[in-house]
């Protein structure tokens, strides 16, 4: 089946350990996305990617890096910087180009970053 | 870019039709109102999206003002599955992102 998998649920590392966070989609979509969610609140935008080796910070990116060395795939890495990474991590794809602004986008289950 | 408003909370009777309300003042003319629910601990799920013209899926219905500052999320027929995060967003469409704000929470009751 088609979809777009986050790897693993739950995630338990020490502070200031680099952790990395796994998604791999295989809708065959162009765009793909991290955010960041805090209890009680709404999605906030890590990073994303239009294509192949390339990407834009989104508007929390600092203590973050991520890659796009193939399509399918957009890992997350959680590094030592962020100061509070504790918090759960969705990877969501979407068609992009020019008809990306008329389609959905699709998400991935999560995965719950615990920082001890 | 163009930001929405949701109430915070919201009830409504399970079989009644649940009409959720968002305002999106801002709106630009190329931007889309996508409209997603999460329940809790779980990935988004996308339930139905507009630009000017009032849309209908299997899911729900989508109505939009004729000056598209405002549109209004129709579940026709709720269940105690419906209760869920609803959220009212925005397609920042120069490069396909969305804004996301904090979204309604839905209670069904018996």
């Known amino acids: 089946d088609g979809g777009i998998t986050q790897s693993p649920k739950y995630l338990f590392r020490k502070e200031g350990q680099n952790v990395t966070l796994s998604c791999e989609q295989n809708?065959?979509?162009?765009?793909m996305y991290w955010y960041r969610q805090d209890p009680g609140q709404g999605l906030r935008l890590i990073y994303y990617?239009?294509?192949?080796?390339?990407?834009q910070k989104g508007d929390i990116a600092e203590g973050y890096s991520v890659s796009r060395e193939k399509k399918e795939s957009f890992p997350l890495t959680v590094t030592s910087a962020q100061k509070n990474p504790t918090a759960f991590y969705l990877c969501a794809s979407r068609v992009g180009g020019p008809a990306g602004g008329n389609t959905e986008a699709f998400f991935g289950q999560g995965t719950r970053l615990t920082v001890v | 870019d163009a930001k929405t408003t949701q109430p915070t909370s919201m009830d409504c009777a399970e079989g009644r039709a649940a009409n959720l309300p968002c305002n999106h003042s801002t709106i630009s003319g190329n931007e889309y109102v996508y409209w997603y629910r999460q329940i809790h601990s779980q990935g988004p799920q996308y339930i139905i999206h507009g630009l000017k013209n009032n849309e209908t899926n299997e899911m729900a219905s989508l109505i939009i003002t004729e000056d598209r500052k405002s549109s209004t999320l129709i579940l026709p027929h709720a269940t105690l599955r419906d209760t869920a995060v609803y959220y009212c967003i925005v397609s920042r469409d120069s490069n396909y992102q969305l804004i996301w704000g904090a979204g309604t929470k839905l209670i069904i009751k018996p």
């Open positions: 809708l065959n979509h162009d765009a």
């Open positions: 990617s239009q294509i192949v080796n390339d990407f």
